[in-house]
């Protein structure tokens, strides 16, 4: 089992920037992949970013250009930086990580983006 908690959310103006950590409750050393998705209210939850074990990445289309998934260390296994922000980032983002094909989610860092 695998606790996860996100951090680093908040309050921002159009055009700035956070950047999102991840924790685990223990260390992750090897794993599937490793994503980050965000929800809106009344919508979908929706895939913003992946890196795989090789380091690949993939982005929504929403975000290309503006967000970085990156991997860090074994407690605090991903991040999200996140520039240029628009209102329409504002959502509830969730760390995922995939080991030996299950899932693992944490509760969310909301994220609030004011125009």
């Known amino acids: 089992q695998v606790q996860l908690v996100e951090s680093g959310g908040g309050l921002v103006q159009a055009g700035g920037s956070l950047r999102l950590s991840c924790a685990a409750s223990?260390?992750?050393?090897?794993?599937?992949?490793m994503a980050w998705y965000r929800q809106a209210p009344g919508k979908q939850r929706e895939l913003v970013a992946t890196?795989?074990?090789?380091?690949?990445?993939n982005y929504g289309d929403s975000v290309k250009g503006r967000f970085t998934i990156s991997r860090d260390n074994a407690k605090n296994p991903v991040n999200l930086q996140m520039n240029s922000l628009k209102p329409e980032d504002t959502a509830v983002y969730y760390c995922?990580?995939?080991?030996?094909?299950?899932?693992?989610w944490g509760q969310g860092t909301q994220v609030t983006v004011s125009s």
């Open positions: 223990r260390s992750i050393i090897s794993f599937d992949s």
């Open positions: 995922n990580i995939r080991v030996w094909g299950f899932d693992y």
């Open positions: 890196i795989t074990t090789g380091g690949s990445t």
